[in-house]
């Protein structure tokens, strides 16, 4: 398998973390989405979103979506669970993902880290800041009675939400006042063969 | 069934139209989510997201997201393919819906139908525009060989994105420029049991 991929990315990073929980050996595509190597007409040709991560399966096949990767990958594995109701709640907690937390908080420390803030950003950093927020109250009401998200285990659901979770003070949010979500966040990080997010 | 939705909203009408399609009878439960109907604590007891749809099963369990209520429901029928990397790419552009689609193209439908257009939201509308206009044109592009998102068959990757797609003109998007798609939306609503976004 061949993954096209930017190192900082958290999307990208679920799928290598993934990869590397299920032992599939692959090959690392780095591309450098700052300076717009998605947006050539060859990468635009494997994916005509221009994003990464893309899936290259050994067939040549290429999938796209980091949460859609990570439900192909998993299935029939223990990080996806096979009870319809579990499917259903893993990708109801990735949806929430892409809608609610990855927009404020993953956005936030792109633009922190690698953008100029401009005036107009640093007052859209507020905003993304108070959403982000709500994002991580609603996951740290869950925690509070949960280990993991969905089925009392680790599945794909905490792997998608851990990859920018865990990154958040790098984008200004404070997990100070979230115990629930920083145990989690531990929890996740000793499960067997886990990889930081600067690992390729 | 229950749906507790809200009758303009397109992540309503998904559920509403595959249940119909499906011949699940629904009984309807109409939130006002402009007069902050879904912040109320009885509400986030069910949704602590605080968003519709959500769906309550017979036996009392609400599920969340549209896109992952659409799975839940679909799946084991034709409107869900069986085969493992046709259900990957559904659920590619159902993400893709929920990230470049739905953010943009539905967004800029609910300000301009909802709320008051202050200089603020008038100057993002043009940015939002612009980004709804690159959702549209993935969508032009893939459409303009295929007859259908996935599997070449009306499957729950269509109903995702018709939803706010037939709309997209009442939130300014000028649908002239996209063949593909205008001949995709008559395809869709030439299925059978069809229903319109405003009937409950």
Known sequence: MRLYDYLPSGNGYKVRLLLTHLGIPFERVELDIVAGATRTPEYL?????????????????????????????????????????????????MFFEQYNHEPNIATSRHWIQHLELTDERRARL???HELGHDALRVMEAHLSSNEFFVARRYTI??????????????????????????????????????????EG
Chains 1, 2 share one sequence.
């Open 126 to 128: 507020e905003e993304k």
């Open 157 to 198: 659901a905490d792997i998608a939400l851990f990859a920018y979770t865990h990154v958040a003070p790098e984008g200004g949010f404070d997990l100070a006042p979230y115990p629930a979500i920083r145990a989690w966040i531990e929890r996740v990080a000793s499960q067997p063969r886990h990889i930081p997010i600067t």
């Open 45 to 93: 040709a494997i994916n005509p979103n221009g994003r990464i991560p893309v899936l290259e399966t050994d067939e040549g096949i290429h999938l796209a979506e980091s949460n859609a990767i990570l439900f192909f990958l998993a299935d029939g594995t223990p990080f996806l669970p096979a009870r319809s109701l579990d499917r259903a709640r893993v990708l109801q907690w």
